[in-house]
């Protein structure tokens, strides 16, 4: 007993041999656009950093700041702290006032991941400290500023650090728990953009 063969219909043959095409060009085609895009520079919004990411970046592992108070601020890698610096000019009034006050803004969003986080206040003289009433946050730290230290601050265009800073431009910087400078971000930056970068530091260490 023979079983026959159904004969193969070529409409279906078509429609097969058609759809396997177009999963090759989708496949392929998604993979070329992708190329295109990334070496063209384009990221997807999600993924843009809102600060300017730093290449290569500062090596401070050698420095160890002074604590404005004595003693000395450690960077300690294992703790995974991630810090958000300022050196603030030696008058920056009531710039000073309210960068306190978007720090402080942008450390408390960070929730039960606060206290991973010190603000680093690097300032010599009493004009560049937070003001009289500023919030100061449970991990705020004011260190001196070590010429070492200032000089891995990278300044942004009309602006410098620490004593020499055009008065009112405060730079903000975001350091690794190496100790590296990896981020910057220019006089009057936006403060949901530090969090939102901050936020996916957190992530992932």
């Not at 409409?11 to 070329?32: E, H, K, Q, Y």
């Not at 891995?152 to 190496?178: Q, S």
Request: proline share 11%; with cysteine; charged share 20%.
């Amino acid at each position: 007993m023979t079983t026959d063969t159904p004969p193969i219909d070529p409409n279906a043959r078509n429609r097969n041999r058609g759809m396997l095409i177009a999963i090759v060009v989708l496949f392929f085609g998604s993979m070329l656009v992708a190329g295109i895009l990334r070496f063209s520079g384009w990221t997807p919004e999600g993924r843009k950093n809102h600060g300017v990411l730093l290449d290569p970046p500062a090596d401070l592992r050698s420095v160890v700041p002074s604590l404005a108070d004595g003693g000395e601020y450690q960077w300690n890698p294992d703790a995974r702290t991630w810090r958000i610096a300022v050196a603030p000019p030696a008058d920056c009034g009531a710039a000073c006032g309210t960068l306190a006050e978007q720090l402080d803004t942008v450390w408390r969003l960070f929730g039960k991941d606060a206290d991973r986080v010190h603000l680093l206040w690097v300032c010599g003289t009493a004009g560049c400290m937070p003001p009289d009433g500023a919030p100061r946050p449970r991990t705020l730290h004011l260190l001196q500023p070590d010429p070492r230290l200032l000089a891995a601050l990278p300044p942004v265009e009309g602006a410098t650090t620490g004593d020499h800073a055009t008065h009112g431009a405060v730079p903000v910087y975001v350091i690794d728990p190496n100790g590296f400078v990896i981020l910057r971000y220019a006089p009057g930056f936006d403060p949901v953009g530090l969090r939102a970068d901050m936020a996916k530091l957190l992530k992932l260490i």
